[in-house]
């Protein structure tokens, strides 16, 4: 079985600072992980993937995620937050030979001025 | 760019009635999916299709839904007679391969 855990419901954070948004997991195998956003009455935007190589990954809109196997954990990062990334996170992990996508509950982040 | 298309955005219907949801995947994508969510929970997988057939389901794809490639642009979900909980945002998405799906925007199915 594969699962996703976003401790955090919400997370704020004041423009200009640092964000990070919280993801675990847990896979059989190799996990393919991601990160998806959703805007409001919007579908899920892909924002960067883990397949192998490198832990630290770079995606869209300054967004990067470091991946840690020991801790099993894919968080996402950003080192300057805008008011703009205020939306509805999702980390999903899916394991070797699987097509499913599993999806955590998602993470609101909300970005003060 | 490219993305993945639905209709309709919004469908609303009738306990026990048949719906039938519309997707037209990126062109050059080979894989499709549904997903939904059910307001305020997890996105949930349904199903995925490849080759013509189903490769992947989960335990809510019972024997009410059903998935068709009618044609070289289209997926359709249809759900054979619909419930109160059948009530979601369902999302279409296609991949090229063992990366990254693409999600359309979703056809919110309310049904009453």
């Known amino acids: 079985a594969q699962s996703v855990a976003q401790p955090e419901d919400q997370v704020n954070v004041a423009e200009g600072n640092p964000l990070t948004v919280k993801c675990t997991y847990s896979?059989?195998?190799?996990?393919?992980l991601f990160w998806y956003v959703q805007y409001p009455n919007r579908g899920l935007q892909f924002l960067l993937k883990?397949?192998?190589?490198?832990?630290l990954v770079k995606g869209s809109y300054g967004f990067e995620a470091e991946f840690n196997k020991s801790q099993t954990s894919f968080h996402l990062k950003k080192p300057s937050a805008l008011v703009s990334d205020s939306a509805l996170y999702f980390c999903?992990?899916?394991?070797?030979?699987?097509?499913?996508?599993?999806f955590g509950s998602g993470t609101r982040l909300q970005v003060q001025p | 760019e490219p993305e993945v298309t639905q209709t309709p955005s919004h469908q609303v219907t009738q306990m026990g009635q048949e719906v039938i949801l519309r997707c037209v995947p990126i062109?050059?994508?080979?894989?499709f999916y549904w997903y939904r969510q059910i307001l305020g929970q997890k996105v949930e997988f349904l199903v995925s299709?490849?080759?013509?057939?189903?490769?992947?389901k989960s335990e809510i794809f019972d024997d009410q839904f059903s998935v068709e490639r009618p044609d070289g642009s289209n997926f359709t979900l249809k759900i054979r007679s619909t419930k109160l909980e059948d009530s979601a945002m369902y999302f279409c998405?296609?991949?090229?391969?063992?990366?990254?799906?693409?999600f359309g925007q979703g056809t919110r199915l309310t049904v009453v």
């Open positions: 998405a296609s991949s090229a391969g063992t990366v990254e799906a693409f």
């Open positions: 896979v059989s195998g190799n996990p393919y």
């Open positions: 883990y397949i192998t190589g490198d832990n």
């Open positions: 999903a992990v899916r394991g070797t030979g699987r097509r499913a996508l599993t």
């Open positions: 062109s050059n994508h080979l894989y």
């Open positions: 299709f490849y080759n013509n057939e189903i490769s992947e």
